[in-house]
Structure formats: C-alpha cells, structure tokens
C-alpha cells in the first residue's frame, strides 16, 4: 500500500465527496438518482450534529476514494453497529490496497466506538466487491431483505389518516 493516507473528510472535501458519488452512481447504472450537491453534503456530513462522517482515501497526496459510514444500533447486542453507505475507489488506483485500507480503518473505528457489527449492502450483480469482501471472511446475509421508503413516501406514511 504505497503512499496511502486515510483520512477524516473535511468540508473542503465536499466536491470530491460529490464526485465520487457520481462516478459510483454511474458504475451502479443509477446517475439519475444523484439528487445531492456540494452545498448538501457541506451541510450533512460536516454539520455540528452531523449523523454520518466520511473517510477520505489518498495516494501521494491524491484523493482516490471515500467512504461514508454511520451508526445503526442493534437492540439483540445492546451495542451500536457501524454502517457504511458507500465505499468508492477510482479504477485507476483499484487493486492498490486503497479498499483494504479503508475497511481496515473503518473496522479499526468500529472497534474505538465498541460496535458489536460493521455491516454493508452490495449489488448482487457487483462481482468484483463481491469475491473482495469474500476474502475480508466478511459474512453474506442470506436471510434478511432490504426494504426502503422514499422521502415522498415517509412523508405520505407520517401525514397518513387512519
């Protein structure tokens, strides 16, 4: 892993932050669904009461990826659980050590803050994060399914007369 740095995001970050979630928006054939901006994610991840926070990942100085992540909590374990959102390296620098070294310092985050889990969402179609977290002895979940309510959606299930 030459010259690899894994750093906290700044706000000055904010327009890499965003170009980066392009760039995997696209590999995830879902660039249309990028409805955020630098003004956005200035205002989110780099708030004083911000919920999320980001990694930044750079090779001699060069931002290559991030990594957002959040805490989820699990009631069975009574501890929070470390959640990453997204993790993106550019192609250029892929097979570097770049996405090794940002789950090493997210697990190493995980551990700091006493979380009984780090868990993630992959495509099932995403073959190459697949057979990486596979050699990571990260465990597939089978038995649960993902489900999800829109912003439009919460707002009709929380104005909604029963």
């Known amino acids: 892993m030459p010259d690899l740095n894994i ?12 170009q980066f979630i392009t760039e995997l928006a696209i590999f995830e054939k879902a660039e249309h669904e990028v ?7 200035k205002q989110t991840l ?16 060069k931002p290559i ?4 992540y959040f805490y989820n909590y699990s009631t069975w374990l009574g501890k929070y659980g470390l959640y ?9 620098a892929r097979r570097s050590g770049a996405g090794k070294a940002l789950f090493k310092a997210l697990a ?7 979380c009984g889990r780090f868990e993630w ?5 995403n073959t190459p994060a697949i057979k990486f977290y596979q050699a990571l002895h990260a465990q ?23």
């Open 7 to 18: 750093r906290a995001a700044t706000a000055d970050d904010a327009a890499t932050i965003l």
């Open 35 to 41: 409805l955020t901006s630098v003004e956005l994610i």
């Open 46 to 61: 780099f708030c004083s009461d911000a919920k999320a926070h980001a990694l930044i990942c750079e090779q001699a100085g």
């Open 65 to 68: 990826g991030f990594a957002v």
């Open 84 to 92: 990453l959102e997204d993790l993106y390296i550019t192609p250029d």
């Open 108 to 114: 190493k985050i995980a551990m700091a803050n006493n």
């Open 121 to 125: 969402s992959v495509l099932d179609w």
């Open 140 to 162: 597939e979940k089978t038995e649960w399914i993902g489900y999800r309510l829109t912003e439009q959606q919460i707002a009709a299930l929380a104005t909604q007369t029963d």
